[in-house]
């Protein structure tokens, strides 16, 4: 069989400490996992079933990456998020065995068109331009669960030029990484290079031209992203 044209390149994160990388498969977002956040987003904290929406695997920028503004927004918004990689498939998984099925974590930051996000919300109609766009998902190393272990505490801190934005504790997550890989896995089968970004903190706002955004977690070392001009 041959190809009408050529595949796409395949997507990867970056190892910490190798020169190895993970290919890419799916990034799995939940929405308004932090209790603040939700608040700030002018919705209920209460933990009401868990949604999620999904960014294109080449979405992803590695760290220290100039990113162009993008198209089509005046509201370009920063979110920190840890970023929990799956490196076994698994499907129907239960929540005392999903960390099993993690391979390490990450910082990340979930680039938004924050108003074509709110007009798609206004009119109930899905997020994708808002939120599935490209370069739209600065993720970091990648640490291995040997090296880290599952990190369910710990400051997660971004600044813009260097003022804080955002600053937060990992335990304030309202569903639990275990918690979202077994609601995600009865819904799909997860396979190894599926990403999960885990929620943003209080404290969202926007990125302008010439900003460099760093989102740092405790123990997960940081991730920075410069702004470049429009697009």
């Known amino acids: 069989m041959n190809y009408i044209f050529g595949p796409a390149p395949v997507a990867s994160v970056a190892v910490a400490g190798s020169e190895d990388r993970i290919p890419v498969r799916r990034i799995f977002c939940i929405g308004r996992n932090y209790a603040a956040h939700a608040r700030e987003m002018g919705k209920d904290p209460d933990r009401d079933p868990p ?12 760290n220290d990456a100039t990113i162009p503004y993008p ?54 109609r899905p997020w994708d331009l808002g939120k599935s766009f490209d370069r739209s998902a600065p993720i970091g190393p990648i640490h291995p669960v040997s090296a880290v272990g599952h990190p369910s505490k710990g400051a ?27 609601i995600l896995s009865h819904s799909m089968e997860l396979k190894a290079g599926d ?25 997960l070392g940081d991730l920075t992203t410069h702004i470049g001009p429009k697009e």
């Open 71 to 124: 198209p089509q927004t005046e509201n370009f918004h920063f979110e920190a998020e840890l970023v929990a990689v799956i490196g076994r498939d698994g499907k129907n998984i239960s929540e005392d065995k999903s960390l099993d099925h993690v391979w390490g974590y990450g910082v990340g930051n979930d680039l938004t068109r924050r108003d074509l996000q709110l007009k798609a919300r206004e009119q109930g």
């Open 51 to 62: 949604f999620f929406f999904l960014k294109p695997a080449d979405a992803v920028v590695d």
């Open 156 to 182: 997660i801190k971004l600044t813009v030029n260097g003022e804080i934005k955002q600053q937060a504790d990992l335990a304030d997550l309202i569903w639990s990484v275990p918690e979202m890989i077994s």
């Open 195 to 219: 990403l999960i970004m885990t929620g943003t903190p209080a404290g969202v706002g926007p990125l302008i031209e010439g900003d460099t955004c760093v989102v740092s977690i405790e123990g």
